[in-house]
């Protein structure tokens, strides 16, 4: 039996991609997002209003683990490090060359984007891996057809994937239908094709059950997102964005592995459902208003090791492979200089002075103010400011209220804080929010006439509240729009209509 052995240059390549956010971690702070996360994972359900639940599960079996920085970002930089080595063995599947392996994995490195998507975790960290394991088994595929342990295999991996994030439909659904023209009338090939799709039906009713009796409320945060949260920047803003965000080097990949699988026929017949998948999410995100650039990362995660094999094969490259070697080097240096703005490597000082001096201004993807720094290096900043303000206005209540009252936040980043922070700053046990899963949560039966708001504008609660007090406004500099100066108040409710207000509060956005 021979055992395969991973190339010590990829190889070399995970471990510096583990090591290069494991030394951002050094000067990190808590992302927003993860406070919901770990908020998630003290409460498990099949699903939730954003996402469904493997990103979820993930972390309640880690337990008490997660609630250390270090060890949450070691689990995220090594997804990451794994996702280079999967990208690789594609790049290998292909019969691409040893050079095709180590290009795939030396761009994704130094792909900015890839460095700010494992730089925190969330379910998106995980979303490239189940791609790349998908356009391997379906590559694998391609070469025994009617393989059914193999059609098994690819519905456990979409199945799972769609358990991680619902936009594994945006792969599966197209990858499935070419599968079903190209290798239908095989014999025992659509047998297999049936048995996936009854198995990825059957691994789908618990999210759908979830949805249907909670109301849909996915769909509804979807409409919201597009109504009032995201920016419509336009086509072809979106794909400046691409290369702005992913590196030139990976966009040239990209378009290399495209132009590959149509027009090779080796490679078409081998690869023409994950090509056409790519190509099908690269039109939808291209149709769609206000899509994040992010959301190409597993599509790019995919077709790099395609574009390398393609690239690596070529009669270029093989008659001038220092030229174009050096070419590809040249084309990577963007994506370097990009480093200090997609993770924490420099101060939030020096991080500002330095995009002054590039010039360079992240893609402004939600209708909020302007930040000094990127939105998802702002994320980072002022959580534990945050507990520390609110748990000094609580010191200026009296003790009948104080003992009784109930914390409401305007966001779940807030809510996830206070909540992480809440026996550190002796925070009561009433956390509650209107914003996303959070409002499921909230129990407004159980909450007292008083309350202490954060984020919440004086004016719009007035309408609410019997009496006003504004305790204490949140300074943070390096923060979003909305976090610094967040106001902190003391709200005093005494009818007994809350649930109905509650209803009026909810925010799925």
């Not at 998630?40 to 359900?45: C, E, I, T, V």
């Not at 017949?269 to 994950?274: C, D, F, G, I, T």
């Amino acid at each position: 039996m021979q055992h395969r052995r991973i190339d010590p240059v990829v190889l070399a390549v995970v471990v510096a991609k583990i090591g290069i956010h494991l030394a951002s971690t050094l000067r990190d702070n808590w992302f927003r997002d993860e406070f919901y996360y770990l908020a998630y994972a003290r409460r498990l359900d099949w699903s939730y209003v954003d996402h469904p639940a493997f990103s979820i599960a993930a972390l309640a079996a880690l337990g008490s683990l997660t609630t250390s920085l270090i060890t949450l970002r070691l689990l995220t930089a090594a997804l990451g490090g794994l996702c280079i080595l999967v990208a690789a063995d594609l790049a290998k599947q292909l019969q691409g060359s040893t050079a095709a392996m180590r290009l795939t994995a030396i761009a994704l490195l130094l792909s900015p984007g890839f460095l700010g998507l494992y730089s925190f975790y969330s379910m998106n960290a995980w979303e490239p891996l189940f791609w790349l394991a998908g356009a391997i088994c379906l590559i694998r595929l391609s070469d025994l057809p009617a393989d059914r342990r193999r059609w098994l295999v690819l519905s456990l991996v979409l199945a799972i994937g769609l358990h991680n994030k619902w936009s594994m439909l945006w792969f599966g659904v197209p990858a499935l239908a070419v599968t079903a023209v190209q290798w239908g009338r095989w014999p025992g090939a659509f047998n297999g094709w049936c048995a996936s799709i009854a198995v990825i039906a059957l691994a789908a009713l618990p999210l759908v059950w979830w949805q249907a009796t909670h109301g849909y409320p996915t769909l509804e945060f979807m409409a919201n997102a597009q109504r009032l949260k995201l920016v419509h920047r336009g086509v072809a803003a979106f794909w400046l964005d691409q290369l702005l965000v992913f590196g030139p080097l990976v966009c040239l990949l990209g378009l290399a592995g495209s132009w590959g699988c149509l027009t090779k026929a080796g490679m078409r017949r081998r690869s023409l459902p994950v090509a056409t998948a790519i190509l099908a999410v690269a039109a939808l995100l291209t149709l769609t208003p206000g899509a994040r650039s992010y959301y190409m990362a597993p599509a790019y995660a995919v077709i790099v090791p395609l574009g390398a094999a393609v690239f690596c094969s070529s009669p270029l490259w093989q008659r001038n492979p220092v030229a174009v070697g050096s070419l590809l080097a040249l084309l990577a240096l963007p994506g370097v200089a990009g480093a200090p703005l997609a993770l924490p490597l420099l101060t939030p000082e020096q991080t500002a002075t330095y995009a002054t001096a590039l010039g360079i201004q992240a893609p402004r993807e939600e209708q909020t103010g302007a930040t000094a720094l990127p939105q998802h290096l702002a994320d980072r900043h002022g959580w534990e400011e945050l507990a520390r303000t609110v748990a000094g206005a609580l010191e200026s209540l009296p003790p009948a209220p104080r003992a009784s009252v109930t914390i409401m936040t305007s966001n779940y980043g807030q809510a996830g804080a206070l909540e992480f922070y809440r026996s550190r700053y002796g925070l009561p046990d009433r956390i509650v929010s209107p914003h996303n899963n959070y409002w499921y949560w909230a129990h407004p039966e159980e909450w007292s006439t008083h309350f202490v708001t954060v984020g919440f504008p004086i004016v719009g609660l007035s309408q609410f509240c019997d009496r006003v007090v504004q305790l204490a406004v949140v300074q943070c500099q390096w923060c979003r729009p909305g976090e610094d100066g967040a106001v902190v108040a003391y709200c005093e409710y005494s009818r007994r209509d809350a649930k109905a207000v509650w209803q009026q509060l909810r925010r799925f956005l």
